[in-house]
């Protein structure tokens, strides 16, 4: 892993990140780009020591990608309290501009990266990220990796949202002729919704949810694949039975498989695992398309 550093979308906020690259990486090549999120807004999915917790990313590298984690504006309170409550109020959007520019920079800076072919993933928050920026900026992002993601916060942890995206406090004056008037407040929460962007979607989503997922509820998945089935779209969905939030053994390499065959698919141009009857067999130098 390279440790790089970027702006964010404001032109003045550094970020830092980790770039992975293939085993026998080649200067002279382009290689498709993604990106591995997770948006916070309490942590940031960014290795800060040497370790192989990660090791999702070195594997992904290895089919012919660049793999990069980088933090954003709203993320860790590490740095403070500007840079944490960029998130305040906006907890869909905010993490978005400053993961596409970020690319942008990369790909202005190195000629091995493909600017053209983006990719995205992440893991609950992730997920939610990830789909937010594939429908809002899909001319952009040619693919993602959705994975119990919590899409809609409305129906997320309370406490979580309150927390991160803030109430709005509603005054209201009574009229009150014997008691005198007196002021009483309501509260309301919303958060908007990757549903909301539906439409914007143009293609190139696996979204992937544990059913018995008592963390993130697969509801959040299901309620977005019914929006994108509603708005005519064309997507991949898998339902993992036996999964809570995370996932483990025949499962979770099921799903990396999945995700390595979706983004070699719609990055790479190869859809030859269309065609496996086992997830080991592009293993087989003998396999014919």
Known sequence: PERFKVKAADGVTDL????????????????????????????????????????????????????????????TPMRGKFYHTYSHGKLRDYPLADDKYAIEQLVDRYSFIDGTKVGIYGHSGGGFMSTAALCTYPDFYSAAVSSAGNHDNNIYNQWWGETHHGVKEVKKTIKDSVQGDRVESTFKFSVPTNMELAEKYKGGLLIVHGLMDNNVHPAHTLRMVNALIKAGKNFDMVILPDENHGYGGEAEEFYLHKMWFHFAKHLLRDNSADFFTGLEQYKDRNFQN
């Open 16 to 75: 830092y990140g980790v770039m992975w690259k293939p085993f026998d990486f080649d200067s002279t090549k382009c290689y498709p780009i993604i990106s591995s999120v997770y948006p916070g807004p309490f942590y940031e999915y960014v290795p800060t020591q040497f370790s192989l917790m990660h090791e999702e990313n070195t594997q992904l590298a290895q089919l012919g990608f660049i793999v990069i984690a980088v933090g954003h504006r709203g993320g």
